[in-house]
């Protein structure tokens, strides 16, 4: 096993995940089986419990676990499935030794931060290193190791301390060490500033790790004078420092870091059995293949979140991506407005009608509309506002989790006219309880004792949804909720026309609403999350349905989906043929929604683009 430790200096949120991500996706393409792991130095067990404006969204996995975001980078860069165990807390750290302790583990030792913590870190790592992630079942051949927080900050020493270590444990050319270090560019001078970076590297090396290789986080590229000087006041060759400027989108993160030869110092420093010492001519072309294609849309959808944590955009960081996986897909650029929800409610326009008609003036103008998950009763009614709006309007419109309760209320009270009806989180003693909790779920314990990860959802009947997935029959999605809707109405509900055309195994359980196709263009919501698993080049269904009927190619879509279906010899959609397979329906879209021939995918307009289209936000 070849263990990469990729650490962080002078600030927090550098992009260690990208870059730890993007390792792993140039590793993948050089044929090697790759795992990571996230180390979160709080003392939480997990991120469950966390405000979505502290620390952004909860990533939930297929086993249930509540984990960092930057788990959702792995995955979606390395196209792998995670497990709970692959992101390490104090708390989850501490948690075992304290067990350990009262069994009598260490009898007649006195429990310490070394050994007993340490030790207990480096175990973790080398177990979780070998549990396979990929569908083949085959154990990694290198394990990414991500320690969150910058190097010096107190709570991460016992880590810092653990890898010291662990360094000795391994072989030499099994770990390396991977500093990821910010190189400010003060506009006034626009030059490149090397001590911040001699300072982290300063305090890396007197807590007995050495930087192997220094990738240089900056806003424009670095000049060859400004690495030489890093070179010699890091104790690094030239060669391994790597400068990764602001760019175009992340997708070119893996294609920067390759260029630069990280697969030469990879290949020497752990002596890895990589057959290609030099680039072929298709490496990695399905990569840059997807990083033109985002460079060189030009034509734009502007879809509309309505949610409660919009002052942080990393509180929807899977939404987003899922968003932009489709978007691309539809050969659409995507501008993402996020809406408060409070400030779509009446007391909004008497308290600030600015703030409220500005609001409204995004909803209306949006091709489309998501109103992702969340909990608790503030913008609530904001939400319910904006789902009205869509359903009256035929604005197309998803609801994930949350958003599929909120259509329900919003259904019962305005078509069915139960003005009370409501959620038991919000009004316990509703008469119209629509949506109310679980009690198995319900322990006491906030915790991770919501219904969480993977779970089967079966259709029933015919359904948007069902096309988009492929018309199967049953299809397993991830979850994280506490509240459902009540099966008690769901007879009344389907009757008065909103169809829950996905259930559980048991059909007590309500996981996909549709309104009919020739009542609304699309009226969709999900009480799971379907975008945890979104792939750059695997859209979610739910997702790549809002963009298609956003940018009115839905029903062209689907015809020519039905007849253009592609599957590899083992029935399942390989990467090729889904790629194949979605360009091919776009194109036939194209062509059948207008007489004139379709627009080459990856032809660019003039220069004359709008400015709406060349402030678009990136990736």
């Known amino acids: 096993m070849k263990y990469i ?54 990533f939930v996995l297929d086993d249930g676990g509540e984990v960092d975001l930057d788990l959702g980078n792995y995955e979606r860069f390395l196209d792998v499935t995670l497990h709970r165990a692959n992101n390490i807390t104090t708390g989850k750290i501490y948690q075992q030794v304290i067990e350990c302790e009262r069994r009598g583990d260490y009898l007649g030792k006195t429990v310490q931060v070394v050994p007993h913590i340490t030790d207990a870190i480096q175990e ?20 990414i190791i991500e320690l969150g927080g910058t190097i010096g900050d107190i709570e991460g020493m016992p880590f ?40 982290s590297v300063k305090e890396l090396r007197g807590s007995g790790l050495s930087p192997d290789l220094i990738v240089c986080r900056s806003e424009m590229p670095i000049i060859d004078e400004v690495k030489q000087k890093i070179s010699n006041f890091c104790h690094v060759k030239p060669d391994r420092v790597i400068c990764i400027h602001d760019c175009t989108s992340t997708y070119r993160v893996p294609l920067m870091l390759e260029e630069q030869g990280l697969i030469q110092f990879i290949r020497e420093r752990l002596q890895l059995d990589i057959a290609i010492p030099t680039r072929p001519k298709k490496f990695m072309w399905k990569w840059r293949d997807l990083a033109d294609r985002h460079d060189n849309v030009r034509k734009v959808v502007e879809i509309a979140l309505v949610g409660k944590y919009t002052q942080l955009e990393d509180a929807y960081a899977s939404v987003t991506k899922a968003l932009q996986h489709s978007a691309l897909f539809v050969n659409r650029r995507l501008i993402l407005s996020y809406i408060e929800a409070t400030s779509l409610e009446e007391a ?49 419109f998803l609801g994930v989790c949350l958003g599929l309760q909120a259509a329900v209320i919003e259904f019962t009270r305005n078509v069915m006219n139960w003005k009370e009806a409501n959620t038991t989180e919000i009004d316990p003693d509703t008469p119209y309880p629509v949506v109310v909790d679980m009690p198995e779920h319900n322990s006491g314990q906030m915790g ?40 008690e109405f769901v007879d009344k509900i389907e009757k008065a026309g909103l169809h829950f055309v996905g259930r559980d195994e048991t059909e007590t359980r309500m996981e996909i609403m549709e309104l009919p196709i020739s009542t609304h263009p699309y009226f969709v919501a999900t009480q799971y999350h379907p975008e945890y698993i979104s792939r750059p080049l695997k859209p979610s269904p739910p997702y790549l349905g809002l963009l298609l009927a956003a940018v009115g190619k839905l029903q062209p879509y689907l015809t020519n989906a039905m007849a253009s279906s592609t599957t590899s010899e083992d029935g399942e959609n390989s990467d090729e043929d889904m790629v194949g397979m979605l360009r091919r329906n776009i194109s036939n879209v194209s062509l059948s929604a207008s007489s004139a021939p379709a627009t080459p995918h990856l032809t660019v307009k003039s220069p004359t683009q709008s400015q709406t289209d060349a402030q678009a936000p990136i990736l």
């Open 124 to 143: 973790w790592v080398m177990n979780v290193g070998k549990v396979p992630v990929t569908e083949d079942g085959k154990e990694p051949e290198v394990c």
């Open 348 to 396: 909004t326009k008497i308290e600030n009608p600015v703030k409220y008609h500005q609001a409204w003036q995004i909803l209306c103008r949006s091709e489309g509309v998501i109103v992702p998950g969340g909990f608790g009763k503030r913008g609530m009614e904001g939400k319910i506002a904006a789902v009205t709006w869509c359903r009256t309007t035929r604005k197309p």
């Open 160 to 199: 810092v301390e653990a890898f010291r270590q662990f360094q000795f444990r391994v072989p030499h050319e099994s770990f390396c060490c991977v500093h990821v270090s910010l190189v400010p560019q003060p506009k006034s001078t626009g030059e490149s500033k090397t001590k911040p970076t001699q300072a």
């Open 448 to 487: 991770g004792t919501m219904r969480l990860g993977k779970r089967t959802t079966i259709f029933h009947g015919d359904s948007i949804l069902k096309k988009l997935y492929g018309n199967v029959g049953a299809i397993d999605e991830r979850h994280r909720h506490r509240y459902e809707v009540n099966p």
């Open 5 to 58: 430790l990729v650490t962080g200096g002078v600030i927090s949120g550098i992009g260690k995940g990208v870059i730890a991500s993007s390792i792993g996706t140039i590793l993948k393409h050089c044929g090697l089986h790759v795992t990571s792991i996230k180390i979160d130095p709080y003392i939480n067990i997990d991120a469950g419990t966390f405000s979505p404006f502290e620390h952004g969204e909860v």
